[in-house]
């Protein structure tokens, strides 16, 4: 992901915001000229869940880009003044009509090359009433068997999984954390 720097300081509105490097810090930062603030710019968290019932696992159909037509989790930005819990409940209610029980924390990815950190809880579906939201084009449960493996939106979301499965076999969800590069910058695509 390139940087962008901004045109205008959004402290005085002034254009005069220059990228430079300051006394004391190892990256480039972008500061106004005329005021001195400095622009920084910080990775987006995407929250989300893996809700369960039973054997089954729930994944939505995107209806919206990046991945249209993919199925994931049900996942997206965090929003202001919110916590990961209730994000990953807002955005389980928003894209899959569900209301969900928050198992616990279980992966935590950090993506340096697009500037996200994707956080996953696991979740029990509080009931079977859920239907797809305005980002997606339908909910499911399935089974792993069922797991439309070749039509996932995101190495995360697929990583995710294969953790779950692997580690519903012995019942220890031990909370993972791993660094997802792009596949053209390592050797080996990590997460696949």
């Given at each position: 992901?390139?940087?962008?720097?901004?045109?205008?300081?959004?402290?005085?509105?002034?254009?005069?915001?220059?990228?430079?490097?300051?006394?004391?810090?190892?990256?480039?930062?972008?500061?106004?000229?005329?005021?001195?603030h400095i622009h920084?710019?910080?990775?987006?968290?995407?929250?989300?869940?893996?809700?369960?019932w039973g054997e089954?696992?729930?994944?939505?159909?995107?209806?919206?880009?990046?991945?249209?037509?993919?199925?994931?989790?049900?996942?997206?930005?965090?929003?202001?003044?919110?916590?990961?819990?209730?994000?990953?409940?807002?955005?389980?209610?928003?894209?899959?009509?569900?209301?969900?029980?928050?198992?616990?924390?279980?992966?935590?990815?950090?993506?340096?090359?697009?500037?996200?950190?994707?956080?996953?809880?696991?979740?029990?579906?509080?009931?079977?009433?859920?239907?797809?939201?305005?980002?997606?084009?339908?909910?499911?449960?399935?089974?792993?068997?069922?797991?439309?493996?070749?039509?996932?939106?995101?190495?995360?979301?697929?990583?995710?999984?294969?953790?779950?499965?692997?580690?519903?076999?012995?019942?220890?969800?031990?909370?993972?954390?791993?660094?997802?590069?792009?596949?053209?910058?390592?050797?080996?695509?990590?997460?696949?």
């Open positions: 992901m390139s940087h962008i720097a901004p045109r205008f300081c959004t402290q005085c509105g002034s254009d005069r915001v220059a990228r430079r490097m300051l006394d004391g810090d190892d990256h480039m930062r972008d500061v106004c000229g005329a005021c001195g920084y710019f910080n990775p987006k968290i995407v929250v989300g869940a893996l809700p369960t089954r696992v729930l994944l939505c159909k995107r209806a919206i880009e990046p991945r249209y037509g993919k199925w994931t989790l049900p996942a997206g930005f965090m929003e202001e003044n919110e916590t990961l819990e209730g994000g990953a409940t807002r955005e389980t209610l928003e894209e899959a009509g569900a209301r969900i029980h928050i198992d616990g924390l279980y992966t935590v990815y950090s993506l340096p090359d697009i500037s996200q950190v994707y956080v996953l809880y696991r979740a029990t579906l509080a009931d079977l009433n859920f239907a797809a939201g305005t980002e997606s084009l339908e909910v499911a449960l399935f089974t792993e068997q069922e797991i439309p493996w070749d039509e996932l939106a995101f190495r995360t979301i697929a990583a995710t999984l294969r953790h779950y499965f692997a580690d519903r076999v012995c019942g220890n969800f031990a909370v993972r954390s791993e660094t997802l590069r792009h596949p053209t910058k390592t050797a080996t695509p990590p997460g696949q």
